[in-house]
């Protein structure tokens, strides 16, 4: 652990305006954060990440001994701005101690998302509810009247305890929960696509698109017309499918999406190609084809480092999350493979799609 070797606050004369103020600013182990503000209280506000990262290394008890309340900023992209996060080791006006409390840092003028910002806290906060027991964490708003931020309070700590592995585990679950914020609101502005969002090993990203990208023609061939997005967005990749037609069921491309997808791994679907003649469904078992070859590549290589890696199929993909539409029905789950991913069949009235019938029904329509 690195200890406090050496710590000191300077003065630095800030000239504006004519006006000279002073500024106070700390140095711990010879480092000095000229962008830092030490108060008299023993409070201080950090930005040089090597002094925030030997603070953290040490204990409650040991930071109350120099410090009473700690603040720093975390860059979270997809807030497009910082989450702040505060130790309160010591007397710190009325803030009880020890806990830390993390809450979102936003400049208005930056945020550009669809959907706005007030609208993002209120969803945030409903997150954090729901999740608050489980997490021993209590809701905080900045401003009950504005609600312009929101955040929470951990306060289950130990004085002895080190204060980064507190926090490491809080700030997973503040970005987890500005992710699935994002994805909830996302899914609003959007009731008439389907999304769907996928993790992709790296090495598998560029053939795993390339298939999903066929899905267009894959649906055009069975008599939908859609619009395809794919993007990398939480960290994920993002699947968006649009049918032009807003009166075509979503249902109808989502179980046409699920059998796409699970034809890949289905040990019946070469037999069915080989006896078909139109040429939508040999391109399709082409292109199955080329995704295998391409994962067995990527798996070659990977072998090469890890000896028990698991065959590549598409059905490996995590799915993380499928929105369901209108009034579909759960009618039990397959496990595509052991452990990992689960997917729920989905009866539709009026709609039954299974691979020999999805085959005969494919035409590709030549010069439409």
Known sequence: TIKFKYFNVKVNDIIHDKKTYRQYYVV???????ESY?????????????IIDIIINHSYSDISKILNHVQYYKKVENLQGEICIEIFCGKYMDEQFPKIRLSTYVVLEHWTKPWSYANFVLELENYFRKNSSENNITIWNGDDYTRQSIGFIYSLVEMNSFVKKDIDGLIIFFETAINETDKLLSEQINKDS?????????????????YLIYFSQFLADIGINAELEIKEELHQTLFKVTPQNKSESLDRIKEALEIYLKATNDP??????????????????ANVHFLKSQLLIS???????DATIEALQISNFQFKQMIETHDSKKKGSEELIEGFVDVTDVEVKGFKFKLPEILRSLKRRIGK
């Open 299 to 305: 798996k070659s290589l990977l072998q090469a480092k």
């Open 194 to 210: 389907i999304l769907t969002y996928y993790q992709f090993p790296e090495e598998k990203k560029t053939p795993c698109k390339q």
């Open 268 to 285: 019946e679907f070469e037999n069915q190609i080989e006896i078909q003649n139109d040429i939508s469904a040999m391109q399709w078992g």
């Open 28 to 34: 711990i182990n010879g480092i000095e954060d000229k």
């Open 38 to 50: 030490y108060f008299s209280d023993k409070s201080v506000s950090i930005r040089e990440q090597k």
